[in-house]
C-alpha cells in the first residue's frame, strides 16, 4: 500500500489550503483514511477521518474550519484548511487503515489494533 499526499505550504493567519493524499495498493475499497497534525515534541494526532462509506470525523480543534471529503473513483481524499491559525502549524500526514473506521460520529482507529500505512508528511506553516 503506498499512500502520498500533496499540497500544504506557507500562509497567514486566516488564510486557507487544501491538502489532497491518494492510497493505491488496497485490494479492496473498504479502508478507512484520514489526516494527522504533529507539532515537534508532541505525538502525532487525528484531525478528520473519511470511511469508505463517507462517514466522516473531525477533531474538535477544527471542527466548522477544515473540510474533508473525497473522491472514490481516484481513491483520493481532500482536506480543505479555512481559518487558519499559528496552532495550525506543523506536519500533516496522510494515513489509511483497514481496519479503522468512523461510526456514528466516532473514529475508531487504535494505533495498537493495526497496521497504519502513512504518507511522507507535508508541512503547513501559517504566521501570525
Known amino acids: 500500500v503506498h499512500v502520498a499526499e500533496s499540497g500544504g505550504g506557507s500562509v497567514q493567519a486566516g488564510g486557507s489550503l487544501t491538502l489532497s493524499c491518494t492510497a493505491s495498493g488496497y485490494a479492496q475499497s473498504s479502508y478507512c483514511m484520514g489526516w494527522f497534525h504533529q507539532v515537534s515534541g508532541k505525538e502525532r494526532e487525528a484531525v478528520a477521518a473519511?470511511?469508505?462509506?463517507?462517514?466522516?470525523w473531525y477533531g474538535d480543534s477544527v471542527k466548522g474550519r477544515f473540510t474533508i471529503s473525497k473522491d472514490n473513483a481516484l481513491n483520493t481524499i481532500y482536506l480543505k484548511m479555512d481559518n487558519l491559525t499559528p496552532e495550525d502549524t506543523g506536519t500533516y500526514y496522510c494515513a489509511a487503515a483497514d481496519w479503522a473506521s468512523v461510526v456514528s460520529g466516532k473514529l475508531y482507529w487504535n494505533m495498537k489494533l493495526g497496521k497504519t500505512n502513512w504518507g511522507q508528511g507535508t508541512q503547513v506553516t501559517v504566521s501570525s
Open positions: 473519511i470511511d469508505s462509506d463517507l462517514s466522516i
